[in-house]
């Protein structure tokens, strides 16, 4: 893989870690395959596909088990010249998560407002796999990016995911709020990690969650310490 497409794929998932909703596109049931947008959390799980938490009664899950084929997008939003902004649709198809328990602890850390709905017996993951993605970075930066660049094998920083957060929350309270202060502008009281991976981290502050990225893949807990005190020093 060349650097630039490699570049382009990192880049692609840590805008999608960025955000937290977007526009999900499914092909109409009700109408003979139209296509049909909805606002809808997700949240990128370690290998980059997006998890979903939708109803039964919801319409575009009646489309995805009419039709699996979907796609997702979303953008940046700090500038009014939209077009001038980063984003990046990802097309995939949609398929049920059998591993609820277990994918609902980590979603519900990013989620806590979904618990109600997560507690509902009609509410179910759906896991959107990528075929392909379309980045755009910028005026000039315009990508199509694929399933197997965009992707991501297992490491081993996955099962070491609670450890690291853990150790942070018991022990590091004070350099989360340095990095929110130096790297978002953000002074925060209330600090918590809620959820690491090979991209970077992210930080729930006073109520509002802050994305920070590594400059390179973290693999495992090591480089993760590594990283981290890496940003400490630069965070003053």
Known sequence: MSNAA???ARESRQLLRAHRYGALCTLSKKFDGH?????TPYLVDHDGSLLILISTLAEHTKNILHDARVSLITHNQDDPHIQAQGRVT?????HA??????????YLRYFPEAQTYFAMADFSFYRIVPQALRYIGGFGKIHWVSAEKYLLPPCPLIAQEDEVLAHMN???????RRYCQHM?????VDVQMIGIDCDGFDVRADGRVLRFDFTEAV???Q????????MTQQAG
Do not use: C, N, W, Y
């Open 223 to 230: 480089q993760a310490r590594k990283a981290l005190m890496e």
């Open 6 to 8: 490699r570049e382009s």
């Open 184 to 188: 978002h502008r953000v002074s925060a």
């Open 219 to 221: 693999l495992d807990a």
């Open 90 to 94: 990802l097309t995939g198809s949609a």
């Open 97 to 106: 998560v059998a591993e609820r328990e277990q994918t609902g602890t980590r």
């Open 170 to 176: 018991a022990d590091h309270q004070d350099t989360l």
């Open 35 to 39: 296509p049909f947008a909805s606002i």
